[in-house]
């Protein structure tokens, strides 16, 4: 199947992962990545930094030709890492086409596909200490 892309000005994509949102615009341009304003060279942790660039490394060289503007809220650091990478793959598997977004699917599948697991609710005797808490209780 020949991949298709789009001529589109940009595209507008999310990613969730946990509480952590990231919402992505991609637009044709010079290959700059910015994540609340910060470019992705200037980040901080080494290990989110990874995280995010594992998207744009499963294209190849083709996200250069985009420019890609990241805006990640709530949840934790791998959370919000989480998101921004499926956020980014998802838009460039809308702008690059089938064969990008299989690429994705077999490197990786949470890249596209959200992960649907979510944190138990506190139930009501001990609510303040987590779902599944109970006293512990002597035999003797």
Do not use: C
């Not at 990640?72 to 980014?88: C, H, K, L, S």
């Amino acid at each position: 199947m020949v991949s298709k892309e789009r001529k589109e000005k940009s595209v507008f994509t999310t990613g969730k992962r946990k509480l952590a949102v990231a919402r992505a615009k991609i637009s044709p341009g010079k290959g700059i990545v910015k994540v609340n304003s910060i470019p992705l060279d200037l980040m901080n942790n080494a290990v989110t930094k990874m995280r995010i660039q594992e998207a744009l490394i499963v294209t190849g060289g083709d996200w250069k030709k985009f420019d890609i503007n990241l805006n990640v809220r709530g949840g934790g650091i791998m959370g919000q890492a989480d998101a921004a990478r499926q956020a980014i793959a998802r838009g460039l598997a809308k702008m690059l086409g089938a064969d990008t977004r299989k690429k994705f699917m077999e490197y990786d599948r949470y890249m596209i596909v959200s992960d649907s697991r979510r944190t138990e609710p506190h139930k009501p005797p001990r609510s303040s200490q987590g779902p599944r808490r109970y006293k512990q209780r002597s035999k003797r």
